[in-house]
């Protein structure tokens, strides 16, 4: 996915020419290599302290994950079996939000009629635990739909006689099986990042960057289906890169990904692109699922992670 998004900084010309402005301070512009370092978003911008930590939690957590890859691979059934390396990826993904964030500014320094939401990293991060975007229709129904999704899995476990929580003694953690309890207090906090992280870094990428674009050059129906159809897009990659990709299951996730896209976008260009309420929406809905899978039916848990239960 990082290579998606790197195409796009890089062919970011393709949405046409920007009028004039009359502002006299022209806003600060990354290079485009920054892109692909490392913490050089910071870096460049003379923060080295955020520099240093971002590209610490990328290039030591990608390390992980590759040299436990094999590992994770075989205690796991789901393309997200990869935590260590998934983290390293979401962290290069939250520093470079820097460079879209500089893109858009440009734009708007050219064209200020151009619209998007102007949101400090400080708020960004936060949005999905204030309570203007947590108590919103959006956010609450992708939270009924993470409910029924679990209840659904549920039962199904059920029908399959599959093991509850209490019956685990162990689950798989990277090369090892550890206790449940103890697994749990790794898991359960990775699965509400993985949440926390999609839900800041997908939505600022395709409602706050990707969207406004695409309806300021063809309009708001046409920017509303292009850059959810791009949404369900990137999400392939997570089946193809697999040993024996399930396509259908990779039809099904585009196409629901999509159509969720397509809700977070009309939500966005209603409130004026505001993006905080569907940051919070998206954020909670995939928590939701990560950690509830855990509690639910630990066999079809959304990580994946294997376990050993008690004889």
């Avoid at 199904?156 to 090369?175: H, Q, R, T």
């Amino acid at each position: 996915m990082n290579k998606v998004f790197s195409v796009l900084i890089l062919s970011v010309n393709v949405f046409g020419q920007y009028k004039d402005s009359l502002l006299t301070t022209k806003p600060a512009k990354l290079p485009i290599w920054t892109i692909a370092v490392p913490g050089a978003s910071y870096f460049y911008q003379k923060k080295y302290f955020e520099g240093t930590i971002f590209a610490t939690m990328e290039i030591g957590l990608t390390y992980l994950g590759v040299k436990y890859d094999d590992k994770l691979k075989s205690n796991s059934t789901t393309p997200y079996y990869n935590y260590p390396k998934s983290f390293g990826i979401m962290a290069f993904k939250v520093e470079k939000l820097a460079n879209f964030k500089t893109h858009l500014e440009n734009v708007q320094y050219r064209n200020p009629e151009f619209k998007y939401h102007d949101i400090s990293t400080k708020d960004l991060y936060l949005s999905p635990f204030k309570k203007e975007n947590v108590f919103t229709p959006i956010t609450g129904v992708m939270v009924l739909i993470a409910g029924a999704t679990l209840t659904a899995n549920y039962f199904v476990g059920e029908k399959n006689n599959s093991p509850s929580l209490l019956d685990i003694e162990k689950m798989a953690f990277a090369d090892r099986y550890i206790p449940r309890n103890q697994a749990l207090v790794c898991y359960l906090p990775i699965g509400f990042s993985y949440g926390w992280g999609a839900g800041v870094v997908e939505e600022y990428q395709f409602r706050n960057w990707l969207l406004p674009l695409l309806d300021n050059n063809y309009g708001q129906r046409k920017g509303l289906i292009y850059s959810s159809l791009a949404f369900g897009a990137v999400h392939a990659p997570n089946f193809l890169f697999q040993k024996n990709p399930d396509y259908g299951l990779m039809a099904v996730q585009v196409a629901g990904t999509s159509l969720a896209g397509m809700f977070y976008a009309r939500d966005v260009q209603r409130r004026n692109y505001n993006i905080g309420p569907v940051v919070a929406a998206h954020a909670w809905f995939d928590a939701i699922l990560m950690v509830g899978s855990f509690l639910i039916n630990p066999e079809n848990n959304f990580l994946g992670v294997n376990f050993k239960v008690n004889l």
